[in-house]
């Protein structure tokens, strides 16, 4: 089965304790991306990486950071977690190439206490 | 700057009657637009694709138009039922082509 997989779905962490989430693809996508989701603010890009070893910034890029090591995984590192970092992630990929849709992950609560 | 904007205000219809959502955008050219369907606390679900040369899709209930002079694409879901609640986001490409740009969401209740 196409899917997106992230992990964990919940996590709930203290101010300044370095966290990783991940996010895996099985469809050989080129494409992945990270998005952040806040009431009335919708989807937020962070990073996005277009190919191995190849990211770059989103709209909200600070504080948070990313690696492309493999073309399936693409984690997200948060260093040191603030509370305003508090929010719903969601992981995504798609094909280049041709201009499809995109696939999401199910999401990780993050709460920063 | 470049602006998706859908209604904020949520939606609520009636059971059985069409539901009509917006979708504006400024400063784009995209080539194509999506309609993604999303549920309290789930990834957006991918529904429908439309290309700048196409004027309508269907599929199913669902059916999209796209106006690239006015730019805006109108999402319709007829024989609406209860189980079509969920929010419903709209993304453009960006200009490089490779990232989706996706609207705020509106919110659609569908009462029995």
């Known amino acids: 089965e196409a899917q997106v997989t992230q992990n964990p779905r919940y996590l709930i962490t203290v101010t300044g304790k370095k966290l990783t989430v991940t996010c895996s693809q099985n469809m050989n996508h080129e494409y992945m991306s990270w998005y952040r989701q806040d009431p009335g603010l919708g989807l ?6 277009m190919n191995v070893e190849v990211t770059d910034k989103g709209d909200v ?26 929010s719903l992630y969601f992981c995504a990929s798609k094909k280049i190439r041709d201009r499809t ?13 | 700057s470049q602006k998706i904007e859908q209604n904020s205000e949520a939606l609520n219809i009636q059971e059985g009657k069409t539901a009509t959502l ?5 400063n ?11 549920d309290p606390g789930r990834g957006p679900v991918f529904l429908l694709l439309i290309r700048e040369n196409e004027k309508e899709k ?7 138009t796209f106006d690239t002079t006015l730019k805006q694409s109108l999402f319709h879901i007829t024989a609406s039922q209860p189980a079509d609640s969920a ?3 709209c993304a453009l490409d ?16 569908v009462t029995p």
């Open chain 2, 94 to 109: 960006l200009d490089s082509g490779y990232a989706l740009n996706f609207g705020k969401g509106t919110s659609l209740l």
């Open chain 1, 101 to 113: 849709e995109a696939f999401f992950g199910q999401g990780t609560r993050l709460t920063v206490v």
């Open chain 2, 87 to 89: 929010t419903y986001l």
């Open chain 2, 22 to 26: 917006t979708c504006n955008y400024t």
């Open chain 1, 44 to 49: 937020r890009q962070i990073y996005y990486s």
């Open chain 2, 58 to 64: 269907r599929k199913e209930r669902l059916k999209v």
């Open chain 2, 28 to 38: 784009y050219s995209p080539a194509y637009l999506q309609w993604y369907r999303q």
């Open chain 1, 61 to 86: 890029p600070e504080g948070y950071k990313v690696s492309r090591k493999e073309k399936r995984n693409f984690p997200l590192i948060l260093e040191s977690p603030s509370p305003n970092q508090t």
